[in-house]
């Protein structure tokens, strides 16, 4: 993986933790989700006359992606009203790369180097001990664990649909803007079926952390898909989940979730996954 490449995704694994813990602290996380949705779809239709339109062989991917990130977006949410940050986000988040990463040997023959497959190990484990904290499976809130590895399921999904269509696209940014346009356009229409008239008021309250959070995302998820038409797609979605450390950090210092040993040691080898992922 190449230095800009990395720096990239690095950047992007930043932007991500920090839209996920603006989302966390909101109390309608609902309407914050489908206002983050919604405003990244407006963004990308402001900047859809300077992209080329996606031929049909395209459409199928930005579809499937789409369809896969309502699953993921809804099981998200049921996973912070069950769990904590600290808890949530690193199974979330943690278990996708190695799904990803079978997923892609499995369907497009991508098989990752030895260093990849070390680096994913390592930042799979980190993360599972992160969730665990030293105090076992028993520990842990069943709900928010079935709605986190849910989340997990649907990020590996989505991100090998996109990982795919990127490929086939002209650019990464014209993917990037018809798929924001896409998910934003069936979010709200998701939102209105579920919840009715009543969210926009509720989203109109929110409407600046929202479209903070639809920037945030946006840009990190647009970097991680240019990102995959330069490196194997599990590289590239392991390494993003260095976002971990990120909201590591947020969770202690912001919203004061505590640290402990147990922590450390898993952030000791989220970093040595990264570092092997460098390498790859």
Same mark, same amino acid.
């Given at each position: 993986?190449?230095?800009?490449?990395?720096?990239?995704?690095?950047?992007?694994?930043?932007?991500?933790?920090?839209?996920?813990?603006?989302?966390k602290v909101q109390l309608d996380r609902f309407a914050s989700i489908t206002l983050m949705s919604s405003g990244m779809g407006t963004m990308a239709l402001i900047l859809s006359p300077f992209v080329d339109f996606p031929h049909w062989g395209v459409w199928p991917f930005i579809f499937a992606s789409a369809a896969f990130q309502q699953g993921y977006?809804?099981?998200?949410?049921k996973a912070y009203a069950a769990g904590d940050l600290a808890?949530?986000?690193?199974?979330?988040?943690?278990?996708?790369?190695?799904?990803?990463?079978?997923g892609a040997m499995v369907l497009i023959n991508e098989y990752p180097g030895s260093w990849a497959v070390f680096g994913i190990g390592?930042?799979?484990?980190?993360?599972?001990?992160?969730?665990?904290?030293?105090?076992g499976l028993q520990k842990l809130n069943r709900e928010a664990l079935a709605y986190a590895f849910s989340t997990s399921f649907f990020i590996a999904c989505y991100t090998l649909a996109d990982g795919n269509g990127v490929r086939l696209a002209s650019s990464a940014y014209s993917y990037a803007v018809w798929l924001f346009i896409t998910?934003?356009? =069936? +979010?709200?229409?998701?939102?209105?079926?579920?919840? %009715? /008239?009543?969210? &926009?008021?509720v989203m109109a309250r929110s409407w600046k952390i929202g479209l903070a959070v639809g920037a945030l995302s946006a840009a990190s998820y647009g970097i991680a898909m240019w990102a995959m038409t330069l490196a194997p797609i599990g590289a590239v979605a392991a390494l993003?989940?260095?976002?971990?450390?990120?909201?590591?950090? =947020? +969770?202690?210092?912001?919203?004061?979730?505590?640290? %402990? /040993?147990?922590? &450390?040691?898993?952030?000791?080898?989220?970093?040595?996954?990264?570092?092997?992922?460098?390498?790859?």
């Open positions: 993986m190449s230095p800009a490449v990395f720096t990239a995704v690095l950047v992007a694994a930043a932007m991500h933790a920090v839209w996920n813990a603006m989302v977006k809804l099981c998200l949410i808890q949530v986000y690193p199974l979330a988040r943690g278990s996708a790369p190695l799904l990803t990463t079978i390592l930042l799979c484990a980190g993360t599972i001990l992160m969730s665990l904290r030293g105090g998910d934003g356009t =069936i +979010s709200f229409l998701l939102a209105m079926c579920l919840r %009715g /008239p009543v969210i &926009l008021p993003r989940e260095s976002s971990i450390l990120f909201a590591m950090i =947020i +969770s202690v210092v912001v919203l004061r979730e505590g640290l %402990g /040993p147990w922590r &450390l040691v898993a952030g000791i080898l989220i970093v040595g996954g990264v570092m092997a992922l460098r390498l790859a």
